[in-house]
């Protein structure tokens, strides 16, 4: 079975700033998928942005980018120019490539934006 | 594209009685999850349907719940004989097979409150 983790509960980060945000998982399985969800409050959650394992580039998507270390089994995601809208619960998942898209999650980290 | 929708927003209920939700998917997609999130923690898979065949169920749905998707379209959860620990929010999720995105695209969930 696959596990997230992500270890920071909550984080801040005043606007125009860059912050990380940390996951790791564990799986033995070689081919797989990783990504960041935003869930802002009480609206539907979204992607961000993917990483495909296979892949050793890691992926951006405008102001957003990702750490991607395979053999440490770490996924962070970077948020630079934080802007208020970014404020959200951010999700870390993991989707085998073999799963029928299911995915498992981190708990979530809280980050708050401050102007 | 009208996105996820589920129905109802949210729900109250008591102790022992049955409660039953709504899921719209995308309308090509052809897979569909549901997921339960309780607070502070991320959602977990409860299982999914391509087309109309219900391909999987995790340990978490007990017998109390089922859920059914007749015509490969909308879904339905049921939850009979409700518990003070069913209180969550229940998530809908939608995918295309065969997409490179892999994306899955979340509604807005449903608030259940048992009382």
């Known amino acids: 079975a696959q596990t997230v983790t992500q270890s920071q509960p909550e984080m801040s980060v005043q606007e125009a700033e860059t912050v990380t945000l940390s996951c790791t998982y564990d799986?033995?399985?070689?081919?797989?998928?990783l990504f960041w969800y935003k869930q802002p409050p009480s609206r539907q959650m979204i992607l961000v942005i993917r990483?495909?394992?296979?892949?050793?580039q890691n992926a951006t998507e405008n102001r957003f980018s990702v750490n991607f270390q395979k053999a440490a089994k770490s996924f962070s995601l970077k948020i630079s120019d934080s802007q208020l809208g970014d404020t959200a619960m951010y999700f870390c998942?993991?989707?085998?490539?073999?799963?029928?898209?299911?995915?498992?999650f981190g708990d979530g980290t809280t980050l708050t934006v401050k102007p | 594209d009208t996105g996820v929708s589920q129905d109802p927003r949210h729900k109250i209920t008591k102790r022992g009685q049955n409660v039953t939700f709504r899921c719209d998917p995308i309308?090509?997609?052809?897979?569909l999850y549901w997921y339960r999130q309780t607070l502070g923690q991320g959602p977990e898979f409860l299982t999914y349907?391509?087309?109309?065949?219900?391909?999987?169920k995790s340990r978490l749905l007990s017998d109390r719940f089922s859920a059914e998707r007749p015509k490969g379209s909308f879904s339905t959860l049921e939850i009979q004989r409700t518990e003070q620990g069913d209180s969550a929010m229940y998530l809908c999720?939608?995918?295309?097979?065969?997409?490179?995105?892999?994306?899955?695209?979340f509604g807005p969930g449903t608030r259940l409150t048992v009382t």
């Open positions: 999720a939608s995918s295309l097979v065969g997409s490179s995105s892999h994306e899955q695209y």
């Open positions: 799986t033995s399985e070689s081919n797989y998928y």
């Open positions: 990483q495909e394992a296979y892949k050793q």
């Open positions: 998942a993991f989707m085998k490539q073999s799963g029928a898209g299911k995915s498992t």
């Open positions: 309308s090509e997609h052809n897979r």
């Open positions: 349907f391509q087309n109309e065949a219900q391909l999987e």
